[in-house]
């Protein structure tokens, strides 16, 4: 039971131009949304998160788009940079605080930045 | 500030023996999960820990254990290692603030190779 889903394994673009990453979610009860940027052998980097109650959340070039109604969301990097070539990873976790806090992943989108 | 610190950064094992990997939180964060990446399951959560308790649980057999002392640092063992146990081992920590969720950054991860 995949909770989370990126439909897109990998993603080309051209430098300067958009990069649009996609994330599915099944789980009504995700609150928190994050992104995450990762290169092999090393840990994932946060990028951006988004909590349910916003809409939209922006930090420079990064900018994270929630629809709750369709349980999808979407990371958009303007203008993409060669340095952006990753896999970016799509996480979901529900509840705060005394909660406790468990990220569910999706599979990862291999994003490739062409000069 | 220092980020998550995880050691050993690589480890071999053979089958049937057991492994403890040792993580470092952020300085003044007090919630350490710990997550298993493989390339057919993606990236799965083990356990998280809170004030040395562990409060959350994932979907793994009992050879996977954890711990966490009281500055915060977590230890997690395998026992009875099998060859499916071969993976990337990441730790995160977070600030665990009551009634919010907050967001967890990643180790550079343990290489497990389990022969």
């Known amino acids: 039971d995949q909770q989370v889903k990126q439909n897109s394994p990998s993603l080309s673009v051209q430098e300067g131009r958009i990069s649009i990453l996609n994330c599915d979610y099944t789980?009504?009860?995700?609150?928190?949304f994050l992104w995450y940027k990762k290169y092999p052998a090393e840990g994932p980097t946060f990028l951006i998160s988004i909590s349910s109650i916003k809409d939209k959340n922006e930090d420079g070039r990064f900018t994270v788009f929630l629809n709750k109604s369709a349980k999808h969301l979407s990371l958009h990097i303007v203008p993409s940079q060669p340095g952006d070539s990753a896999v970016y990873f799509c996480a979901a976790s529900a509840g705060r605080g005394t909660s406790g806090s468990r990220l569910t992943f999706g599979e990862g989108t291999q994003l490739t930045v062409n000069p | 500030k220092a980020g998550v610190t995880q050691t050993p950064r690589y480890l071999i094992k053979t089958r049937g023996q057991q492994v403890t990997l040792s993580c470092s939180p952020i300085?003044?964060?007090?919630?350490v999960s710990w997550y298993q990446q493989t390339p057919g399951q993606g990236l799965q959560f083990l356990f998280e820990?809170?004030?040395?308790?562990?409060?959350n649980k994932g979907n793994f057999p009992g050879r996977f254990s954890g711990r966490q002392f009281s500055n915060s640092r977590s230890e997690m063992n395998v026992s009875t290692l099998e060859l499916g146990d071969s993976a990337l081992y990441l730790c995160?920590?977070?600030?665990?603030?009551?009634?919010?969720?907050?967001?967890?950054?990643f180790g550079p991860g343990t290489r497990l190779t389990v022969l």
């Open positions: 300085s003044g964060h007090r919630s």
């Open positions: 789980n009504s009860m995700f609150d928190y």
């Open positions: 995160a920590s977070s600030l665990a603030r009551q009634l919010t969720t907050d967001t967890q950054y």
């Open positions: 820990y809170f004030s040395e308790t562990q409060r």
